[in-house]
């Protein structure tokens, strides 16, 4: 409203249409009258721009700029409120909301948006009335569309000139990028033009250090020294060309692959003859062998040949890269020259080793656990050969003559620990030697490395520094064609060293298995394998052995006629025990071990059941077969003690004390029986009182006729002092031819009295004593009022034994 009213203030430039808008009081009433006409329509919607309304407008609006006193006033007033009444009675000024209650903001909003728009039609028609009322506007308007289409026709102009502009602009940055184009062009033809260069100074070889390559001697280690260097240009202009095409170098390094193939054939050829004049050298006249301390032979070490062809190592680097095919022959070369050198040695010191082996004495190889009795003839006719014994080796039927001539004085397993460690180191050595001599490594070491290049050129050799899998199979195969014939050879040796003693395979066994453990420390896979077949073919031998040993004791079983003292098998498997133990000094953590305690196992209980069946029962009550049986066990058991005991192996306790068990239950039912015969009444007394007391009344049991006091009086009255010292006497005579050794003394001309007699004897005594105090014992508890007692004391039993003592 406020701005509607200023405008209107305002002075128009057309002042008659202003007068002429202004209302009077008689258009007043008549507008009066007809907005009360229409206010009985209420959908009628009041026009501002109705000349009535306009005039009322400017009415109020002068009205309130100059008011009119008295009665005017307050119909103007009147006039005025009438006006605005009808203005809003048209709106709805109550709304409902969604609860059914009024609001008046909706009335208020359409009336200020109203005013709004007729206070813009109202400036619109103010300007368009000042427009028409001055004839000027239309000549300003002729020249502002002149003007207009002027700005057209510049505009159109402007747009050609803009597009000819872009184009001339096009133009110019095509010639500015054509330009930076040629200076970029000209600094890498500039950058290519000093490649071309420095590529044609790479691939040049001086003539000199060609010549070098083809006349300078590859002997003497200054010369070696010349070769490398001028093999270093060679190499790295045969590198540098390995990935151009070039025209201008092509030919050039055509020429340069010529002498690289006539430089690597001259290697070749003056190499192949070193190797095996070397060797040779090596060799001499001893086939590489020299005498050592107690004149025990011992390999030439080959430190002179690897130090001579040691100078090579750089050179067979750049043979490696630069002719494969040659390098695989030197190597095949060099392999076969090995072999050669080291066959002549290796089978010259197994020769050499074989005559210090002792050969096993009669009585040692005889300590099969068969029957020594047993004539060579009946042997030849039966078909059976010594236990402990081995099929003879093809090696020993062709050195038969060698060995009845020579004999050394070794053991064989010891002779075989000295050969053994000699070609292990060998072995060993070489292996060393032909990984940094032929360079046979995972490493990727290139002739660039070894020269110190450049890294392009160290790069470049990286790329191809592979071989083919034929190479590489060649030269992982080293060992095994360089030393193929060692199997075959130990094979022999071996052979041939236990046909001279059989029981060194023991020894021989815990060597090789200490030799394994080293070849597995150390990674080295031919020796292991190498080791690993002997070994596997030695324990089957063993086995074999072990088998042989149980059959001996089994032969013996079955046909041994002589049922006294200790039996063969018995007496030999304490030397057999004793040499076995002889070879595994230090091998306690060994595989040996276990298998040699295994097989004592297996031998000791084919004994001590050979040793049952040997000394069967053959009859019942006191005869000449019971008493025997238990002698036999008795000695043999006693034997077995003592021997084993002071061999002092912890596997040997189980069977000491399984001996002690069957010595005591022999000893006690052997004194039992035998001293039946001469104290027979009296035990039996005593044994059957024993009895019938543990159910019988006392005063019951000795007025039974059995056991009353006339019974033990004629029963004691039998065994007085004097008759006690007869009837020990007639016992110590018998158990002596019992336990008698058969063999004579020369110096004492009789009997000599054996442990065991003395033993047993001494438990004959304390039994007897023990029974003797047991029985005066039981007549005093029993019969203690009757006055009876033994006619012999214990003092008396004791001086008997003590006359018929044995030994010292």
């Not at 007068?19 to 009258?33: D, F, G, L, M, Q």
């Not at 184009?181 to 070889?205: C, K, P, S």
């Not at 280690?221 to 151009?244: F, P």
Request: aromatic share 8%.
């Amino acid at each position: 409203m406020s701005n509607g009213n200023s405008r209107t203030k305002n002075p128009s430039p057309a002042p008659s249409t202003r007068s002429r808008n202004i209302p009077t009081r008689t258009e007043n009433n008549s507008n009066a009258s007809e907005n009360n006409a229409l206010r009985r329509d209420p959908n009628a919607r009041i026009s501002y721009f109705d000349p009535s309304n306009q005039a009322t407008l400017d009415r109020l609006i002068l009205s309130a700029d100059a008011p009119i006193e008295g009665d005017g006033e307050e119909e103007n007033a009147q006039a005025t409120l009438a006006n605005v009444e009808e203005m809003i009675e048209g709106y709805e000024w109550t709304s409902d909301d969604i609860i059914g209650r009024k609001v008046t903001r909706g009335a208020v909003d359409l009336i200020e948006a109203r005013l709004l728009d007729e206070l813009m039609a109202l400036e619109k028609a103010n300007i368009h009335s000042f427009l028409e009322s001055d004839d000027r506007v239309a000549v300003v308007m002729k020249y502002m569309e002149d003007a207009i289409a002027e700005l057209d026709a510049m505009d159109g102009l402007i747009s050609t000139y803009k597009i000819h502009l872009n184009a001339v602009g096009d133009d110019i940055s095509y010639i500015q990028s054509q330009n930076r184009g040629l200076q970029v062009q000209t600094q890498n033809q500039r950058a290519l033009l000093a490649e071309l260069q420095n590529l044609l100074r790479t691939v040049h070889v001086d003539q000199e250090a060609l010549a070098t390559l083809t006349q300078e001697s590859l002997e003497k280690s200054h010369s070696i020294t010349r070769l490398e260097e001028a093999a270093v240009q060679l190499y790295k202009a045969l590198q540098a060309g390995r990935d151009t095409e070039m025209a201008a170098t092509m030919e050039r390094l055509q020429e340069y692959r010529t002498y690289n193939s006539q430089f690597c054939k001259r290697m070749f050829d003056f190499l192949s003859i070193m190797f095996i004049a070397q060797s040779k050298l090596l060799l001499g006249d001893t086939s590489g062998l020299a005498r050592g301390s107690q004149s025990r032979p011992t390999v030439l070490p080959h430190r002179d040949l690897e130090s001579y062809l040691g100078r090579y190592s750089g050179l067979m680097i750049y043979l490696r890269e630069m002719d494969e095919n040659i390098y695989s022959k030197l190597c095949a070369t060099y392999f076969s020259a090995a072999s050669d050198l080291h066959g002549t040695q290796i089978k010259a010191l197994l020769s050499a080793h074989l005559d210090l082996v002792k050969k096993a004495a009669e009585d040692e190889t005889d300590q099969a656990f068969g029957i020594a009795s047993i004539p060579p003839a009946s042997k030849a006719t039966t078909g059976m050969r010594r236990a402990g014994t081995l099929i003879r080796s093809p090696m020993e039927s062709r050195q038969k003559d060698r060995e009845k001539q020579s004999d050394g004085h070794l053991r064989a397993s010891e002779v075989f620990g000295l050969f053994l460690e000699q070609v292990a180191m060998l072995i060993y050595q070489e292996n060393d030697f032909i990984t940094d001599f032929l360079q046979i490594s995972d490493s990727g070491f290139t002739f660039a490395d070894y020269m110190g290049l450049d890294n392009y050129f160290r790069r470049q050799a990286a790329r191809s520094a592979g071989l083919s899998a034929t190479t590489l199979k060649l030269i992982r195969g080293a060992l095994d064609l360089i030393f193929g014939f060692l199997p075959a050879e130990l094979k022999s040796w071996l052979d041939a060293a236990l046909a001279k003693d059989s029981m060194e395979i023991v020894g021989i066994l815990a060597f090789l298995e200490r030799f394994l453990i080293e070849a597995e420390e150390k990674g080295n896979p031919f020796i292991l394998n190498l080791l690993e077949k002997q070994h596997s073919r030695l324990k089957i031998i063993f086995d074999r052995h072990v088998t042989e040993q149980l059959k001996g004791v089994e032969r013996t079983k079955l046909s041994s006629k002589k049922r006294k003292g200790v039996a063969n098998f018995l007496k030999h498997f304490s030397a057999y025990a004793s040499r076995i133990e002889n070879q595994l000094v230090g091998a306690n953590n060994l595989e040996i071990r276990t298998n040699v305690d295994s097989a004592y196992e297996k031998i000791v209980q084919s004994m001590f059941d050979s040793l049952k069946q040997i000394a069967k029962l053959e009859g019942e009550g006191e005869d000449k077969g019971q008493l025997n049986y238990h002698v036999i066990l008795i000695e043999n058991m006693h034997y077995f003690i003592n021997e084993m005991s002071q061999l002092d192996v912890p596997s040997m306790t189980t069977f000491i004390r399984r001996a002690e068990g069957i010595y005591d239950e022999n000893l006690s039912a052997y004194i039992k029986t035998v001293f039946r015969r001469p104290f027979g009444k009296l035990m039996d007394f005593f044994d059957a009182f024993d009895r019938a007391a543990k159910d019988t009344n006392p005063t019951e049991l000795t007025a039974n006729s059995n056991f009353n006091k006339a019974t033990l009086r004629k029963i004691i009255k039998d065994y007085n002092s004097k008759d006690i010292k007869k009837h020990v006497d007639v016992l110590s005579k018998r158990v002596e031819k019992h336990f008698t050794d058969m063999d004579k003394s020369a110096d004492e001309g009789g009997a000599v009295p054996s442990k065991v007699l003395i033993g047993v004897w001494n438990s004959c005594e304390m039994e007897f004593v023990r029974l003797t105090e047991a029985w005066s014992s039981r007549i005093s508890q029993w019969y203690g009022d009757s006055g009876l007692a033994l006619e012999y004391t214990v003092a008396e039993a004791e001086a008997a034994f003590r006359r018929q003592k044995f030994g010292p």
